[in-house]
C-alpha cells in the first residue's frame, strides 16, 4: 500500500462529474475493481483540509500504466481534487480495500449502483470485457449530469441509467412490485452481481436480489460499500459496519462485501 505522486495527464468534466487520467505505473499494476485510494486535498504547505479523501479508481490500463478516478466533487476536499489541472502532481495512498472478485464461471455479469462507490462498477466493467464477460450496467443518481456516460464502458457493454435519484436502484433492479414476474427481474438472468452501494441502499438491494432469485448463495452477489475511511488500513476504527460475522472495518475488511454479510 504506497503512496503515489502521480502527474494528471488529462482531465475531463462530464456533466456534474470529473475524470482524472493518472500517469502511476506502479498504482496501475496493483489496482483491483473495488478498490479505493487515498488523495490528499490541499494545496502545498497547507493542511486544510487534514483528512484525505477516498476515491474509487475506476480503471486502470497496465499496458499505458494510467489509472483514471472519477469524481463527483460534493464536499470541498473533493472539489479540490477535481478542479486540479494536468500537469499537477499528486499525494496517493493505495489501492487499499477487498477488491471484487469475479468467478471464473460467470459469464453473464450484472453492475448496479449509485453514489460514491459506482466508478468501481466502471473499472469492473472494464477487466470483465476483456475477460469475454457480457455485462450490463444498471446506474442511478440524482440528476443526469451526475450519471456516467455510456463511453467510458467497454463497447459491448449494455447501460441503463435512471436520473430521478439513487432510490431508483431498487426499481432497476426489479424490486418487488404487484403483478411484476419473478423473471422481468435482470438478477434472474446473472450468474453474478456486484454492486456500489451507500448504507441506505444495502436493505433495497437485498431485498430486491431475494425476489429475483429463487436461490442466493455466497459469493453471488458482491458490494462495495462506500462511506467514511479516514485512515485507510484499519487503525482508527472510525469506519466499523455491523456484519454477521461481527464488526469489520469499510476500509479494510471492504469495501467489497459479500451482500448476505450485510444483511
Known amino acids: ?76 476536499g473533493l472539489i479540490w481534487l477535481a478542479d486540479q489541472r494536468v500537469g499537477t502532481w499528486l499525494d496517493l495512498f493505495g489501492p487499499l480495500g477487498t477488491p471484487f472478485v469475479l468467478d ?43 450519471l456516467p456516460p455510456p463511453f467510458l464502458l467497454p463497447s459491448d457493454a449494455e447501460y441503463q441509467s435512471s436520473a430521478v435519484g439513487p432510490a431508483a436502484l431498487a426499481d432497476l433492479l426489479g424490486a ?22 451507500t448504507a441506505d441502499l444495502v436493505t433495497p438491494a437485498a431485498d430486491a436480489v431475494r425476489a429475483g432469485r429463487m436461490r442466493w448463495g455466497r459469493g453471488f452477489a458482491q458490494a462495495a460499500l462506500a462511506g467514511p475511511t479516514p485512515c485507510g488500513v484499519g487503525t482508527c476504527q472510525s469506519c466499523l459496519i455491523d456484519t454477521r460475522t461481527g464488526l469489520r472495518t469499510r476500509c479494510k475488511d471492504g469495501p467489497v462485501f459479500d451482500l448476505r454479510d450485510l444483511q
Open 1 to 76: 500500500m504506497p503512496y503515489h505522486e502521480p502527474t494528471i495527464i488529462a482531465r475531463r468534466e462530464l456533466g456534474a462529474l470529473c475524470q482524472l487520467t493518472l500517469r502511476a505505473p506502479e498504482l496501475a499494476r496493483a489496482a483491483r475493481p473495488g478498490q479505493y485510494v487515498l488523495a490528499r486535498c490541499a494545496p502545498p504547505g497547507s493542511a486544510d483540509p487534514l483528512l484525505r479523501r477516498a476515491a474509487f479508481l475506476a480503471g486502470a490500463d497496465l499496458a499505458a500504466g494510467t489509472v483514471d478516478l472519477l469524481l463527483d466533487p460534493s464536499e470541498r
Open 104 to 146: 471464473r464461471r460467470t459469464r453473464n455479469l450484472l453492475l448496479a449502483g449509485a453514489g460514491p462507490a459506482l466508478p468501481a462498477l466502471i473499472f469492473l466493467a472494464r477487466v470483465a470485457a476483456a475477460d469475454g464477460v457480457a455485462a450490463v450496467l444498471l446506474a442511478a443518481a440524482s440528476g443526469p449530469d451526475r
Open 176 to 197: 418487488p412490485a404487484p403483478g411484476r414476474s419473478l423473471f422481468a427481474s435482470p438478477i434472474a438472468w446473472a450468474d453474478q452481481i456486484c454492486l456500489a452501494l
